[in-house]
């Protein structure tokens, strides 16, 4: 009896924390087996599924335009991308070209949504590193643009805001004013949010070195987006297969070089300031005109499938869309950006300790709805 | 590097003017809106709670099958009266019930409606709509959807049970925006 | 004899009363503070400005059901919130609140606002019972039987551990050029002038002892043992009602006496300059301790304007700090008042 008890002890050095679902700094209900000695991180092992609502399955049921709604919920801080792709991936498989004003509203209101995105992970990440002040203020910011949505389409967060062949609404009068307004703003915001932040010493020590993946590791597991592009892949969807009409405006695709929670950082930072002047080349073209190509009322495909895929604010996302010809999908499958991101999770962590697992955490920039679907 | 610079390094400016950005703030005016007193109006557009006109319904079912959770049920029979010595058969609405508790509020049902104004919409501009008892209070049958009271509607803004809806927005989109959906 | 004993006792009851009030009056000024910072209005229903929200909250602790989890070592647990609660309490008896001033009460001279005004050992007394409040912390993260708790609880003890060192070896330098352990008598050396105090004699000192300040007390930058958002609240996850509040009201009395003493240490104490030389008797008596509140009213916005503005340190970080860091500028600080002593400078 005693001796196992002193083996159990022996034995002793690894820890099996379960981390989440409910915990402060995993983003949702994501939940971590971590195995630890000490505070060192040997292993993690990711549990998904808390939030699953089967909305893959939900789609089969819906008219396309009703299938829009149940994307507003997978990424429920970036709707609008959400909606892009789904409309797009049906107007590819239709054959249709929506008009100019349209997809330049939608590259306008993608952008804003970015913007949101971005300020939803600059805020929680900060928190979870310690700096608790920043989130009240990129969540202020972030209102104004969901003020901007609500006067756009009637809702702040599941924007339900696009539909097949164009845009449902064109805007209120005094929109692009109030638009403009706001990103005039914006930058020194930002500025102000680098300051907090940026050079500070305990931010860095935080960051610099922490959750770091090589180019080639990020390709082979397949991520995209910021942890991507802080790896240094200059691969963004926007420039690589254009669609809306990114094609005619000029914007750059911030690298990092060493892959660290740093680098990501600072990838988004600017990303911030580049949908910023994206935005503001939208608004000085926005051209007149109808914001709905003409569609038939209820929406058929033809047979066939299409893959199409839009920047969002994460990652790629992309819809695989399978048609029989009938009113709805036959099968609509999610490229979700996050849940293939998460993936990498452990081998970035592993060998660091707790505090980098939140950090790390927080620079994948994960949302449990479009993990789980 | 020379050695001076690594001894300015060692001197924590930089938390010092975070410091400063907080500091910043302090004195800024505050945004918060403190609710029960004090409330936001929502914009024109905003989707909340519904608004249901009976008289301009003509039972079409089109909200029903544009609805992507199937929340609206619609029963109706046809009448058949003599106007002018012809027979005409009329639809006439029995039940027009939304589930509103599991509503989500994406307002396909109000872009599928062919009347002009629309019969159903939900740019009532509430947003109050917190309960107690989920099942009764949230749902509501055509009575209660033209009738409901209990919210603090917004100057120009018409309640159902005050008999009138906002002007209709969609109208005006229309017309400038081309053709819809 | 029983004059003198009363007089202690209602020094106590004053300094007692004070303190205690000193954290509703914090835990407001934090969260306020805080929420102004954060560009909101924090806290302002209860009362005036929010100004019962404090004890709207001790309220509701109070009401809260005390809940002992199973699997806990139920002495440990019960004791760990009182070891802390009392180690938070008994420092103070040290601490000067006022000048001497030489004011009597039924014939019984006060000596200050200062409960053991003859301890001659004030200095080291701080320190020693300062240094038990570790056991309140590790005794709760180990007794609650909880893996989040005691990651927490060993966090706390490495930190207060190592700081525990640099915050002594600073407190060593004002203890050289005082040459006297009598908190009294350190503020006395320091002279009414500022050029005087040690804050501008000992910067490096200074700057040392208020980092290990904020270590000691599990403030933000260094607030590994909570760690919200890592090990969700750290050393005291379990606990809930009173003893929880008794680790909140600790956490927040030795952010009140660390100022204090950085107050006594460093910044001339109750002293202002040329005023405090000018009085004498209970003018005296009234406007030193004003000085001295204002003095820590100061350190303690600083702790909050701190808490709110910088993220947290990791945890092999916060050893390199102290270790590599704080401890050699201390070496340092104590090398250089060695030296000017030597010269006749101090």
């Known amino acids: 009896m005693e001796r196992t008890h002193l083996k159990a002890f022996a034995d002793a050095e690894e820890m099996e924390i379960s981390f989440g679902p409910q915990h402060p700094s995993t983003h949702g209900v994501l939940r971590l087996m971590v195995k630890v000695d000490g505070e060192r991180i040997l292993d993690v092992k990711p549990i998904i599924g808390y939030l699953h609502r089967g909305t893959e399955k939900l789609f089969e049921r819906e008219t396309y335009n009703g299938c829009i709604p149940h994307t507003d919920r997978m990424d429920y801080t970036a709707a609008v991308t959400n909606n892009q792709g789904l409309v797009g991936a049906v107007e590819r498989l239709m054959g249709i070209t929506i008009p100019p004003r349209a997809a330049y509203l939608r590259m306008i209101l993608a952008e804003l949504q970015r913007l949101a995105s971005h300020l939803v992970w600059l805020a929680t990440h900060a928190l979870d590193i310690g700096a608790q002040t920043p989130y009240f203020y990129c969540f202020e910011e972030r209102d104004k643009i969901l003020d901007l949505f609500e006067e756009y389409c009637g809702a702040r967060l599941t924007t339900n805001c696009m539909r097949v062949g164009g845009m449902p609404f064109d805007l209120t009068p005094g929109w692009t004013d109030r638009c403009r307004a706001f990103i005039e703003q914006f930058p020194a915001k930002v500025s102000d949010w680098e300051r907090l932040l940026t050079k500070n010493r305990i931010w860095r020590e935080r960051t610099v070195g922490v959750g770091v993946i090589s180019a080639a590791d990020a390709i082979e597991w397949g991520l995209t987006g910021p942890p991507l592009r802080g790896s240094g892949v200059r691969w963004d969807i926007r420039k690589v297969f254009p669609y809306d009409r990114y094609d005619e405006v000029e914007f750059d695709v911030p690298i990092g070089t060493n892959g660290d929670t740093y680098d990501r950082y600072l990838v988004r930072m600017e990303e911030m300031r580049q949908s910023v002047r994206i935005i503001r080349q939208c608004l000085e073209r926005l051209p007149d005109g109808p914001v709905m190509a003409k569609v038939p009322k209820i929406i058929k495909p033809p047979k066939g499938e299409v893959y199409f895929s839009v920047e969002a604010p994460k990652g790629e996302l992309g819809y695989y869309l399978v048609s029989e010809g009938g009113d709805t999908p036959y099968r609509l499958h999610v490229r979700p950006a996050c849940f293939i991101n998460l993936q990498a999770l452990p081998e970035m962590v592993r060998g660091q300790l707790v505090a980098d697992l939140v950090a790390v955490i927080g620079t994948l920039d994960i949302v449990l709805g479009e993990i789980d679907r | ?181 | 004899m029983w004059a003198e004993l009363a007089v202690t006792a209602a020094k106590l009851l004053v300094v007692a009363t004070v303190l205690l009030t000193c954290v509703p009056i914090m835990v407001w000024v934090e969260r306020r503070g805080a929420a102004f910072i954060q560009d909101r209005l924090g806290p302002n229903r209860v009362g005036p400005m929010g100004l019962l929200q404090p004890v709207i909250d001790a309220v509701k602790l109070f009401f809260k059901e005390d809940l002992t989890p199973g699997g806990v070592n139920p002495i440990l647990y019960t004791l760990a919130p009182m070891v802390s609660m009392f180690v938070a309490l008994v420092t103070f008896i040290v601490i000067p609140f006022s000048a001497d001033a030489g004011v009597e009460v039924f014939g019984v001279p006060l000596k200050g606002i200062h409960v053991a005004p003859d301890l001659g050992v004030g200095v080291l007394y701080l320190l020693a019972i300062s240094s038990l409040g570790v056991y309140g912390i590790v005794l709760a993260g180990w007794s609650s039987n909880n893996k989040y708790s005691l990651l927490g609880g060993l966090r706390s003890s490495a930190q207060l551990l190592s700081y525990e060192l640099s915050l002594t070896m600073s407190v060593l330098g004002v203890v050289l050029v005082s040459g006297t352990l009598n908190l009294q008598e350190v503020i006395g050396r320091q002279g009414p002038e500022i050029w005087k105090w040690h804050a501008v004699t000992q910067p490096i000192g200074f700057i040392v002892f208020l980092v290990a300040a904020f270590a000691e007390t599990n403030r933000l930058p260094f607030d590994l043992a909570e760690a919200e958002t890592e090990l969700v609240a750290g050393y005291h996850v379990e606990y809930s009602s009173m003893r929880f509040a008794s680790f909140f009201m600790s956490e927040y009395i030795n952010i009140v006496t660390i100022s204090a003493l950085t107050v006594t240490l460093f910044l001339g104490g109750w002293q202002v300059p040329w005023l405090t030389a000018t009085l004498s008797g209970w003018p005296l008596l009234l406007v030193s301790a004003g000085a001295f509140a204002a003095k820590v009213a100061l350190l303690l916005w600083l702790f909050v304007w701190v808490r709110w503005s910088l993220p947290r340190f990791r945890y092999d970080q916060l050893m390199q700090l102290g270790w590599k860091g704080l401890l050699p500028l201390a070496a340092l600080n104590l090398l250089i008042v060695g030296m000017a002593m030597g010269q006749g400078w101090l």
């Open chain 2, 1 to 181: 590097m020379s050695w001076w610079d690594k001894i300015l390094a060692f001197i924590p400016l930089e938390l010092v003017q975070g410091l400063g950005v907080t500091g910043k703030y302090l004195f800024r005016k505050k945004v918060t809106v403190q609710y029960p007193e004090q409330r936001l109006e929502p914009k024109d557009r905003f989707r909340g709670m519904f608004g249901f006109s009976e008289e301009r319904c003509i039972v079409c079912h089109n909200c029903a099958k544009a609805c992507p959770i199937d929340i609206i049920h619609i029963t109706d029979h046809f009448e058949e009266s003599v106007v002018d010595g012809k027979k005409r058969k009329k639809k006439v609405l029995d039940r027009y019930d939304i589930d509103v508790k599991r509503c989500m509020f994406c307002g396909l049902c109000e872009e599928a409606c062919p009347t002009k104004p629309v019969a159903i919409w939900l740019t009532t501009k509430t947003y109050e709509t917190a309960a107690y008892e989920r099942n009764e209070r949230l749902y509501f049958d055509k009575v209660r959807l033209q009738t409901w009271d209990g919210v603090l509607p917004f100057p120009g803004v018409k309640a159902p049970a005050e008999g009138g809806m906002p002007e209709d927005p969609k109208a005006e989109k229309k017309a400038a925006g081309g053709e819809g959906a």
